[in-house]
């Protein structure tokens, strides 16, 4: 009975479903509350039991509900960053029977995530989605199952750094229409950024080609989004507190996220993000009309490991069991890659429009690499280029860093691998500098908090590409902000194809467009607002800006696309 929480109120839905029918909503209610007390209590106790050493410092706890109602709703990197600066780095949480790890330093995130990575490469559960019976994905997976390293290789196999230089070209090509696109219509700049990376990963992963702006794909990526961002707070919902609400009818209160779960898988909707590019690409293979692919190559695989297997029977049971691997591969690299790219790309533009000094010394810099001379642009850049371009080099880093896509590792971020940030959950007791962390800790990184480490970056709120240059340069050097990326076994395994295809595109834009703030009918300049959602992806609201092209030959060059 004193095992976890769900066994701890089993004898709730054993004993009191006739209270459910007669009525009698106080003795539920009564037994709710002390079955509550009850998990909270012997939590705590055999917290108390397995150390002596102290749990990591936080604020005051409250009793029963410990730190619950501290907890902000709203900017909880900024608040733990804040807290952080009174209690220290590695901050300490609990609240209904959970214990959650805040790491605020890149420090201790190294110590613990990536030096103990055998004690925390463990994932929380997420019951919500366990409901919505989404297709393997590494995101979720645990550490330790014969799923996970066949996820990590088949990611390791298409996205190394070797592997992801083969998809240069396409980035190259869909940065030279973005740019196009951003000439034409300037007003809709948000849209195109996301047709941009939409259109690089759906070709990636299956060699299909985005032409239209009402293109299905950019509708499927909004449609998964949508409905992720209403299944509540991932982790944090009365059904991940506890999972024996989700057995309940959905009249019952606590229970409409699990109805909103079930409603979501048996709809099929959000489930296209898996299947739709993986049918395109079966259905190109009947025809002969296949391109090279990600999952054209996971495919041709599948079907000759079926070739060797002669029951019939055998074989389509192996099939039914692979395909979800391949389907669940598909979307985390479909979802991931198109949303975290585009939030990326609103904070460059979000960056240069405030300031305009930035984007001046950049454009120099291409014009003296690629021989432009008096405004006369002669060719797009390269990725050849890249190591010859310093300071765009530095305001691609100091975007990553500026506002960090994935502010915080928090639940609602488990669709965005490409920027890393999961929480992680810990197997085993641990201790680190004498504090105790128990087994089953949620633990993440506050990435947000991170970046604003004033011990490595100096005004670090401020937009500041110089920071990385070298002192011999008249930069500050310090270092490049890598915690987007994730940490130990559960570091991004896409991070050299966001990060080319990132520098492509900023490269290209800055090279053929000049940003400058939007002025209203006065003709007086319009300050754009620093100021960003939260949800599954931190995107930026929406703000204007005037996009034009740099020079007359810019824009023939932009035509010529």
Known sequence: MFGSSESSFSYILTNYAASLSSGKWWFLILDLVAGCSLALLVARLAFRQNSKLPFPPGPPREPILGHLRLMPSENQADVFHEWAKVHGDVIGLQFLGRNVIVLDSFQTAHDLLDERGLIYSCRPRFPVYELMRLDPSLSLLQYGTKEFPKHRKIFQTFLGKHES????????????????????????????????????????????????????????????????????????????????????????PGTFYASYARSAHETQKMHQLYNAPVEYVQKQMANGTAQPSFVYHLLEALNVELEVIEDPIKKQVFYEEELPHITGATGMIYMAGAETSYATLQRFFLGITLHPEVQTIAQAEIDCVLGNVGGDLKRFPEIGDRENLPFVECILQETFRWHPV???????????????????????????????????????????????????????????PMRFMSKEKGGKGEPYFLAQWGFGRRVCPGRYLAETGLWLAIATILTTLSIQKAKDENGKEIEPEIKFSDGMVSQTYPFRCDIIPRSESAAMLILKV
């Open 165 to 252: 230089a083969e998809y240069i070209p396409y980035q190259t090509e869909y940065a030279k229409i973005l740019v196009r696109n951003l000439m034409e219509k300037p007003e809709r700049f948000m849209w195109y950024l996301e047709k941009f990376t939409t259109s690089v990963i759906i070709r990636i992963i299956s060699g299909y080609q985005i032409v239209e702006d009402d293109d299905m794909y950019i509708k499927i990526v909004h449609d998964f989004s949508e409905t992720i961002n209403n299944s509540g707070s991932p982790g944090n919902t009365p059904v991940d507190y506890f999972p024996w609400l989700r057995h309940l009818p959905s009249w019952f």
């Open 406 to 464: 994935v502010p915080l590792s928090k639940y609602s971020s488990i669709f965005s691998p490409l920027i890393s940030c999961i929480p992680h959950r810990s197997i085993k007791d641990d201790v680190y500098n004498g504090m105790f962390i128990p087994e089953g800790s949620t633990v993440f990184p506050n990435i947000r908090g991170i970046s604003l480490d004033e011990h490595i970056y100096s005004d670090p709120h401020v937009f500041n």
